[in-house]
């Protein structure tokens, strides 16, 4: 599988871009508007068939390149059918596959930073979009938030993959790339060794962050697939 991390400085999200080396049928995985021309550029280099934009969720601190992406490739864009996005061409439910050559992403419902978050796994790895994060998770406290939702995702479906399949987050902010399944559940200080819910839930309400600078902008302009704002 051809597989690249891009990285947006300005919101430390992660945009996925994964081909099949042989049809190469291409998908984007939680694009970024502003770098829209730059995620083209790398496909149009490498001969790529751009096949399916991807959203994770209703991202709420930076606005999706999707809708852009699909106006001037004709890929197909995709999210969660809770995201209530009408303009996505496909409305994902548990255990729908996007297929891209011999390779296919199957989603996983995976809710608590928001009712949209999907999950996606592909051969040993894991797109867990801003659910778990490297040694953290994603916030509970906007956007449908809710900690046992969360704790769900994580314990009962993310942590029963294998150990060793490797997690790809939507963000990193301590200059990490990737972890493992096996890393999280001993390491993650809100969620890994064995916390309990109670526990879980008690560290979410306590965190104390600001608001995401551009989610006034961000979350209406994504349930239009980030095409009018």
């Known amino acids: 599988m051809i597989f690249y991390q891009l990285i947006d400085s ?4 992660f945009t996925y871009l994964l081909a099949d080396e042989f049809t190469n049928e291409a998908v984007l995985i939680d694009t970024v508007l502003e ?7 790398l496909i149009s280099e490498m001969g790529l068939i751009l096949k399916y934009i991807i ?14 992406l699909r106006k001037r490739t004709g890929a197909k864009t995709a999210i969660s059918s809770e995201a209530l996005v009408s303009c996505a061409d496909i409305s994902l439910k548990e255990g729908d596959e996007i297929n891209f050559g011999k390779y296919s992403l199957k989603a996983l419902k995976t809710p608590g930073h928001t009712n949209s978050c999907m999950s996606f796994t592909t051969d040993g790895i894991v797109f867990t979009g801003d659910v778990l994060l490297i040694r953290g998770t994603g ?19 993310i942590f029963t993959l294998p150990p060793e399949t490797k997690v790809y987050p939507a963000h990193d902010y301590k200059g990490f790339t990737y972890t493992t399944v096996e890393l999280e559940k001993k390491f993650n200080p809100r969620i890994g060794n064995n916390r309990t819910l109670a526990e879980f839930t008690e560290i979410m309400n306590n ?6 600078t551009k989610i006034d902008v961000a979350v209406p302009a994504n349930k239009l697939c980030g095409l009018q704002i």
């Open 10 to 13: 300005e919101t430390s999200t």
């Open 35 to 41: 770098n829209v021309d730059r995620d083209l550029k």
């Open 55 to 68: 959203d994770t969720h209703v991202h709420a601190d930076h606005i999706t390149g999707s809708g852009e």
């Open 139 to 157: 916030r509970t406290d906007f956007q449908e938030g809710d900690a046992q939702k969360m704790y769900d995702s994580i314990t009962k479906k």
């Open 207 to 212: 965190l104390k962050l600001a608001p995401p």
